[in-house]
């Protein structure tokens, strides 16, 4: 493959653009160079912004979807895990040369699919049909994997101009670390592109800013379909997030009062002892300490002792949450056909 010729301060432009493009993230040449030395890129990685380095495409095209998955990106992450879309297809169905008709079609029809008007989306419904009358069932999967699989490296691909969605405005990474603001949109607590990063770093939950941890509690309770009201952030006397049933009476007590401890100590007894007293003060029906830590054992064994309705929300709670609540990869274009995502969400 032929070759690329940039400057280490032209690298950190296209990076940074690329970031940006594809992720809506707004990021720093510090960052770019801390997830290089991260993700083992160091010797591809330009040590003089003036100095001039030359890259064969692949190599290039590497560099970018490791950043692109460092900052958040589940495209890219499976295209670097997988990229070749035949031999993934192959071991998935392995018998696929056997009778590949499916494939062959799907192929040969895929061209001639345009997305809807005034949208980059495209419905494959009609394709899945046309394969169903011919291959039945195991022709439609077939013919998804493989739009999956293409789809997800066309969403990860440095050289495209292809997105999951156009952000009206570019998030400021450090923002997660430095910041007090939670979003503006009514009824929204926690950024998706901050998910995103965070799934893909979760040792950066010790370094998040204490609001920002506490609109992520919130935003989880939310897509749990309660209603939230998040305190606010000062003077809240020890209650973070208070949490409803969705169609509760607007004066009924809340079902759950959380505190948040973004902290690397142990959460000890005294903290789960004064909320279980707010939880019977306000009536509310259990309580949650959630922790970028852990309980010590000794308020795991006052709340078992005692029978107080408080749970424990623990740094390994909050990676599975971080799994459930980011964007799945393989991109919206087939979104609504029925698809299954790659990390299991439809």
């Avoid at 083992?40 to 095209?61: F, H, I, K, N, Q």
């Avoid at 607590?189 to 770093?201: H, M, S």
Wanted: hydrophobic content about 40%; charged content about 25%; aromatic content about 8%.
């Amino acid at each position: 493959m032929g070759a690329i010729v940039l400057s280490g301060r032209d690298v950190v432009g296209y990076l940074t653009d690329l970031i940006g493009f594809k992720l809506g993230l707004a990021i720093t040449e510090d960052e770019l160079t801390e997830a290089a030395s991260g993700h083992g890129l160091s010797d591809v990685w330009p040590d003089t912004m003036d100095a001039t380095y030359r890259y064969r495409s692949e190599v290039m095209e590497e560099l970018c979807q490791v950043m692109l998955a460092a900052f958040g990106d589940a495209d890219a992450t499976h295209a670097l895990s997988f990229p070749a879309v035949m031999p993934q297809l192959m071991r998935e169905f392995p018998d696929l040369m056997d009778d590949p008709g499916a494939l062959d079609y799907t192929l040969k029809r895929l061209p001639e699919l345009s997305p809807a008007s005034g949208t980059n989306v495209i419905d494959p419904r009609p394709l899945f049909r046309e394969v169903e009358e011919r291959w039945g069932s195991r022709g439609i999967l077939i013919a998804g994997r493989l739009m999956q699989i293409i789809n997800r490296n066309l969403m990860a691909s440095p050289w495209s101009r292809v997105r999951r969605q156009d952000f009206s405005s570019l998030l400021e990474l450090r923002d997660l670390f430095d910041s007090e603001k939670l979003p503006v949109p009514l009824g929204l607590f926690f950024d998706q592109r901050f998910i995103d990063f965070l799934e893909a770093n979760s040792a950066s939950l010790d370094r998040m800013h204490w609001r920002q941890f506490e609109g992520l509690v919130a935003e989880r309770l939310r897509r749990k379909g309660l209603r939230v009201e998040i305190g606010p952030g000062r003077g809240d006397e020890g209650i973070d997030v208070r949490a409803w049933e969705a169609d509760s009476d607007e004066t009924a007590p809340a079902v759950m009062l959380v505190q948040c401890k973004r902290t690397r100590d142990k959460v000890d007894r005294v903290v789960v002892k004064a909320l279980a007293a707010d939880v019977m003060f306000e009536g509310a029906r259990s309580g949650m300490v959630a922790t970028t830590s852990s309980w010590s054992p000794g308020a795991r064994k006052t709340v078992e002792a005692r029978g107080y309705p408080v749970e424990e929300t623990n740094r390994d709670t909050l990676v599975t949450w971080l799994t459930e609540m980011r964007t799945p990869g393989c991109g919206a274009w087939l979104a609504g056909s029925g698809l299954k995502q790659e990390n299991g969400s439809s």
